[in-house]
């Protein structure tokens, strides 16, 4: 029995998902939003659902997965069940919530009833229905009016080898009241490299009003994973919300965020970086909605890919009629390492109101061969000279994290993450 | 130090230099003078390595070497510097790895350890002095919002930092107000030793006013259409290219 079952308004909901998924099966590239992005090879086969809750307790880890040099507060799961939640030697401080999700489907229900897919529109996305219909797992993190929390929460998935590929479905929701303030960390990643599976995530976020969260989303599934990632937030009056979203493993992920200004005064940062080599596809759709007058929203991702991998960027940004004032900015800059490499890039600008100030540009172009050849006059090898631009391009979207600890600890993920791309040099 | 003999160099196809020859000997200063277009340029590039200049005939000695052959690093590890006309602005790379960076590729080719933080972080405390470089500039991305006087100090600390047997200044006095030039100057002066030699390539003489230069040369249509002492500066100072150009 999935939890929550015997309560009637979450029963709802799931059956309700169950319908339009039937309905709607699997998006296919007839789909506009599906047209470089094919599920036919994944739907085919056959995954193994994770239905079994989860067997760890709060305050129990049975297994600590890193260590906690930055005092997080930790909530760890595997193959989609929940593990753990451990805040380390310091209690999180009152007014922070973070648990099993699934927890409070079965016990608390009415707690999350105001968020939970209230602002997702399933009739976009078929995947969404699923995760609604079937997801048993996943966290809740609920930060009380004025409370501002320094230390990151990090949501750790994190999946192992199993007998067939399994799915999984994790459902996160992050509630931020008025005036809050928190940093969460979301990681999905595999133990062994090679690890066949699919998660299938929906994330729901809520800003109060003024409420602040730096949110970071790290993708570093086994390169024989399927992903699939959506992201849903909700900002009220001056909220703000930073993202940063690194896609860097996986055989086939796709992320949508949509991020809706819903109110004056909020504004939204979302910075992107794609790794890709060997023959990964990884797909990027965002969608900004600026729906009241004064927000804005500073969007830029960028890409790197070897081999013959395949990327995909399609930034919306739709600025309503009433949405007077807003500044928008969005920026695709891609570095193809590989004759074989392909990214397809749309921005996509619909403007309804009058006083805007909107702005976009891509780029897909190859090193600068001017640099290179200034770092080779300077004593530095061609192969290293590579390296250097290219971890430069990349270091850029890292330095955006405002966390120190945090933006340390990714700038190591990058380096590594782009040998795969680079070679055996180190990149400095 | 260097030979160079019936250069000739091309740009997407089109003759550049047409036959230079050049001669310089260890601890003497040259200077390379001439109008836009003669091939000044074109000279320094292809004697640092840039591959967008196709050597169409002609040879290079460096030391015993035949510089042609080698990749650009090989010819910067063994002590040749360009300081460029136009210094490449490089968002995200730190000016103290490259600096790092660049001194230790020389010093491993040399089969010397690599430098430890505290010596390195003393001998950019020095060569900051001689450039009069603002700290702060050092942990900034290479040249990246510099004005043009940082940019070209920035190369010169680079020089100071890396000590090359052979460095050639491309319009390194180009755009610089009278303090930088003097400044620039001095760093310029400070690397001056018997074993080192420095080509200074020039539209002005202004520089010559500070940096005293052994040999003076006229390019002109990718040649050298005449050679001689300071005084050669001076006298085209006055009569600009004109004269030169009419007697070739």
């Not at chain 1, 969007?299 to 940004?317: C, H, P, T």
Request: charged content about 25%.
């Amino acid at each position: 029995m999935l939890p929550g079952s015997n309560h009637q308004w979450v029963q709802g909901l799931r059956e309700s998902a169950i319908k339009r998924f039937a309905e709607n099966g699997f998006p296919s590239r007839r789909d506009e939003e599906w047209k470089y992005t094919d599920l036919t090879g994944m739907s085919e086969q056959t995954f193994q659902p994770v239905v079994t809750p989860g067997t760890g307790s709060d305050g129990q880890p049975t297994e600590k997965s890193q260590i906690d040099h930055d005092n997080a507060i930790i909530i760890a799961f595997e193959n989609g069940r929940w593990l753990f939640t451990e805040a380390g030697l310091d209690l999180p401080p009152p007014g922070v919530t973070i648990t099993s999700l699934g927890k409070m489907l079965s016990d608390f229900p009415d707690r999350i009833k105001q968020h939970l897919a209230l602002f997702t529109n399933p009739a976009d996305h078929s995947l969404v229905s699923l995760n609604t219909a079937f997801s048993h797992e996943g966290a809740f993190v609920h930060i009380e009016k004025g409370v501002v929390l320094d230390r990151p929460i990090r949501l750790q998935y994190r999946s192992t080898s199993q007998d067939q590929p399994h799915l999984s479905l994790p459902r996160n929701l992050i509630v931020l009241e008025e005036g809050a303030e928190a940093v969460v960390v979301e990681t999905y990643a595999s133990e062994n490299p090679f690890a066949a599976y699919w998660n299938n995530i929906h994330t729901e976020v809520a800003l109060g009003q003024n409420a602040r969260l730096e949110h970071i989303q790290v993708q570093d599934e086994s390169l024989a994973a399927y992903h699939t990632t959506f992201t849903n937030v909700q900002q009220a009056r001056d909220s703000r919300y930073v993202s940063h979203v690194y896609a860097l493993g996986g055989l086939l992920a796709r992320s949508d965020l949509d991020v809706s200004l819903e109110d004056s005064g909020a504004e939204c940062e979302l910075n992107g970086l794609t790794l890709t080599s060997g023959n990964q596809h990884i797909d990027h759709h965002t969608r900004i909605d600026h729906i009241e007058p004064d927000c804005s929203s500073r969007e830029l991702y960028k890409g790197i890919l070897a081999d013959s991998s395949r990327g995909v960027f399609n930034g919306k940004i739709y600025v309503h009629p009433d949405a007077q004032r807003t500044a928008a900015f969005q920026s695709n800059p891609n570095l193809l390492l590989s004759r074989k490499a392909e990214i397809d890039t749309k921005p996509q600008l619909e403007i309804f109101a009058d006083d805007v100030k909107c702005s976009h540009g891509a780029t897909i172009g190859q090193l600068d061969q001017e640099a290179l050849f200034f770092l080779r006059s300077r004593g530095i090898d061609e192969l290293n000279a590579r390296n250097i631009l290219i971890s430069a391009f990349a270091q850029e979207i890292v330095k955006k994290v405002s966390h120190s600890e945090l933006q340390e600890e990714l700038s190591e993920l990058v380096s590594h993450s782009l040998l795969k791309l680079t070679g055996s040099h180190e990149v400095n | 130090m260097l030979e160079i003999e019936n250069l000739h160099a091309a740009v997407d196809q089109k003759p550049i230099l047409k036959g230079l020859n050049l001669s310089v000997k260890p601890g003497e200063i040259h200077a390379i003078m001439g109008p836009n277009g003669s091939g000044k340029s074109t000279l320094a590039n292809v004697l640092a390595g840039d591959e967008n200049y196709d050597v169409t005939q002609g040879n290079v000695m460096y030391q015993g070497m035949s510089l042609l052959e080698m990749a650009p690093e090989i010819r910067a590890r063994e002590g040749l510097f360009l300081a460029f006309q136009y210094p490449v602005e490089m968002p995200g790379v730190n000016n103290m790895v490259l600096l790092k960076a660049a001194l230790n590729a020389k010093l491993k080719h040399q089969g010397k350890e690599e430098i430890d933080a505290a010596d390195f972080l003393k001998l950019i405390k020095s060569r900051l002095e001689i450039v009069e470089m603002d700290r702060k500039l050092l942990n900034r991305s290479v040249n990246e919002g510099f004005s043009g006087g940082e940019k070209k100090r920035n190369e010169i600390l680079q020089m100071a930092v890396l000590e090359p047997q052979l460095a050639i200044l491309d319009e390194t006095d180009s755009g610089l107000d009278i303090d930088a030039l003097q400044t620039v100057s001095r760093g310029i002066n400070q690397l001056k030793s018997p074993s080192r030699s420095i080509v200074l390539v020039t539209h002005y003489q202004r520089i010559l006013d500070y940096v005293s230069p052994d040999f003076v040369h006229i390019l002109i249509n990718g040649q050298i259409a005449m050679s001689g002492d300071r005084e050669l500066a001076l006298e085209v100072e006055k009569r600009g290219y004109g004269w030169l150009e009419f007697q070739n």
